[in-house]
């Protein structure tokens, strides 16, 4: 018996990318924000829109065009979004972006996506993401609640530093030495604990050990 299939998780660079968002309302106006935020270039089109998106489309931030959905609306985007309660109009989108070969996801329409959108939290650069592949929006945004009380300051500190240094030192071994440190209770237990000076002194020696190196 063939095992059922799995989602394969990503996190997508969507700046400046061209998305399509086919729907206007509550549900369509919380994916723009996400989809803005992440730096999409947003075009939205729906008969009807809430007062928000107008306002962000009058402030240039997306593309709104206010009328229904219509066969090649799709062409030329990295990917479509459907928030809409006319099943008939996400089968119609479904149809076309298979078509072209370009992903969907259609809100509350699991048999229709090629992707689904978990539960995220963000804090700084770390993001945390729970997917349940559809099947359990609320127990993926308990789950997610729940691990996000465990990111900390000193988690946010940790991953601006790695990446810091990631852009700063070459490679080489003593610089893989320190991402491992900062990730220790060395570095990051010290950060915690609120020994911040005594976690700068374990990064000056690292530095220090680094360029007597080089």
């Known amino acids: 018996m063939a095992s059922a299939s799995i989602d394969y998780p990503v996190c997508l660079q969507l700046r400046g ?6 729907g206007a309302g509550i549900i369509a106006e919380s ?4 989809l803005l935020e992440a ?5 939205m089109i729906a008969p009807e829109a809430t007062d928000t998106l107008r306002r962000l489309a009058s402030e240039e931030r997306l593309e709104l065009l206010e009328r229904a959905y219509t066969p090649g609306d799709a062409a030329g985007h990295a990917l479509v979004f459907v928030a809409t309660d006319d099943r008939q ?3 119609a989108v479904a149809e ?8 969907l996801n259609a809100a ?4 229709l ?3 689904t959108l978990p539960s995220v939290g963000r804090r700084g650069p770390i993001t945390v993401a729970v997917s349940t592949q559809g099947m359990a929006p609320a127990l993926a945004r308990d789950l997610r609640r729940q691990l996000m009380e465990h990111v900390g300051r000193h988690h946010v500190w940790v991953a601006r530093l790695s990446g810091h240094f990631r852009e700063h030192l070459p490679r080489g071994p003593g ?7 900062l990730v220790d209770d060395d570095i990051r237990g010290r950060l915690a604990r609120g020994q911040r000076r005594d976690a700068w002194t374990c990064i000056r020696e690292e530095l220090k050990a680094l360029g007597e190196k080089t």
Do not use: N
């Not at 730096?39 to 075009?43: E, H, P, T, V």
């Not at 610089?175 to 440190?181: F, I, V, Y």
């Open 17 to 22: 990318k061209r998305v399509l968002l086919i």
């Open 31 to 34: 994916r723009a924000l996400q």
């Open 39 to 43: 730096g999409a270039r947003l075009r």
């Open 89 to 91: 109009v996400s089968q």
């Open 96 to 103: 076309e972006t298979r078509a072209l070969g370009i992903l």
């Open 108 to 111: 509350d329409e699991p048999d």
């Open 113 to 115: 996506c090629d992707f």
């Open 175 to 181: 610089r893989s030495r320190l991402l491992k440190r």
